[in-house]
């Protein structure tokens, strides 16, 4: 059964590709390589013993859409992870966001249409609900405006799938991601960050590795228990995991909506300072950090009711936030050697 994998060199692309390789499917990756490596390929050999297809291409470039769905007409299902995610890059470039992230998924879903039978499914973000006012965070929590233009993608994007599955063969599933972490335990395969890492465990390790003087905490005067934000941080592994699952009901179909969507997260919320800790307690090493003020468009919580994921998908986090951090740990310490 072969399965298109877009932005499968990437970090979240690449665990899921291990996955799909381990449950026997045979993947094809697209990636135009603009935030991964070809390199990326050796670990998920590493790991699964096959190197998947792979097929550098742009999908912003419809032709090649076009092509490679011609050359690939066996394809049954595809997992859309391509895309732009820096919340801050897309602020300042707003139509690089929408032509990354919409107009290549716009392409996709032409051939999909044209298809007797397709099965999506697209890599969403919690960012979609805002700053929900009830926590747990439950799929019917209303969304909100979106307060950037990555953000707005990921809302768009749910718009449009879920219109185009209306008036054709496609039946999707957007999966909302809390804030993905760590890597493989094998670290074969991990997180590669460009430049400064914006987001906090990334900036954790190498900061515990030495690339960074300290982390800046982002604020210690929200309303939570020692001040600090709330996420729900899930392992990349167990992430991976829900998108083979959320495959299978697809192709074997089980979906009861022709768009189902599901939060993908612990159900457990957080703080930065508790990161922090857990950091320090897997590495054995002292974090510097000091307290700054609040980032510019950081909410104070978020975390997911999972309810619907665990009774409905059949999915359930396994990892603690000390495993994923020790993951996340391991990895540094081997791309840095
Ligand atoms: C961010 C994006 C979100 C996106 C996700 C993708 C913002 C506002 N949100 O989520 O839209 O879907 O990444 O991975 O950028 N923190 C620090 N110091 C740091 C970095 C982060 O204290 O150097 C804090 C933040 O304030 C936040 C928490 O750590 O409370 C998590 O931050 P981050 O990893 O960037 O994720 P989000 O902001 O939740």
Redesign the pocket.
């Known amino acids: 059964m072969k399965v298109l994998v877009t932005g499968g060199l990437g970090f979240i692309g690449s665990h899921t590709v291990v996955e799909l390789q381990n449950e026997g499917f045979d993947v094809v990756i697209v990636d135009n390589l603009s935030n991964s490596s070809e390199e990326v390929l050796k670990g998920i050999v590493a790991i699964t013993g096959k190197l998947p297809i792979f097929e550098k291409l742009d999908l912003r470039d419809k032709k090649s859409v076009q092509d490679f769905f011609q050359k690939h007409n066996d394809v049954k299902g595809v997992i859309h992870f391509a895309a732009s995610?820096?919340?801050?890059e897309s602020v300042e470039n707003p139509l690089l966001y929408y032509e990354n992230n919409i107009a290549a998924l716009v392409y996709i879903l032409q051939e999909l249409e044209k298809k007797e039978e397709a099965n999506f499914i697209f890599s969403s973000?919690?960012?979609v609900y805002g700053q929900a006012e009830v926590m747990p965070i439950t799929e019917n929590a209303p969304v909100q405006t979106a307060?950037?233009p990555?953000?707005n993608t990921?809302q768009i994007g749910e718009e449009i799938i879920t219109e185009v599955t209306r008036v054709s063969n496609i039946n999707a599933i957007l999966l909302r991601?809390f804030?993905?972490i760590g890597s493989h335990p094998s670290a074969e395969i991990g997180e590669l960050p460009l430049g400064v890492?914006?987001?906090?465990?990334p900036?954790i390790t190498q900061t515990g590795f030495g690339l960074r003087k300290e982390?800046?905490?982002?604020?210690d005067d929200y309303p939570t228990p020692d001040g600090?934000?709330?996420?729900d941080y899930i392992h990349v592994v167990d992430l991976a995991k829900a998108h083979v699952i959320a495959l299978q009901r697809l192709l074997n179909k089980k979906n009861v909506e022709k768009v189902e969507t599901f939060n993908l997260g612990t159900g457990k919320g957080s703080s930065?300072l508790e990161?922090i800790k857990s950091f320090e307690k897997v590495s054995g090493k002292k974090l510097p950090y000091k307290i700054?003020p609040?980032?510019e468009?950081?909410?104070t919580e978020?975390y997911a009711n999972t309810d619907k994921a665990n009774n409905v998908l059949g999915w359930k986090a396994k990892s603690t936030l000390d495993e994923a951090m020790a993951s996340a740990w391991k990895w540094e310490q081997k791309i840095r050697s």
Do not use: E
């Open positions: 995610k820096a919340v801050g973000s919690c960012t307060m950037s990555y953000g990921k991601y804030n993905p890492p914006q987001n906090l465990v900036f982390l800046s905490v982002f604020g600090t934000a709330i996420r930065v990161v700054c609040r980032r468009g950081d909410i978020a």
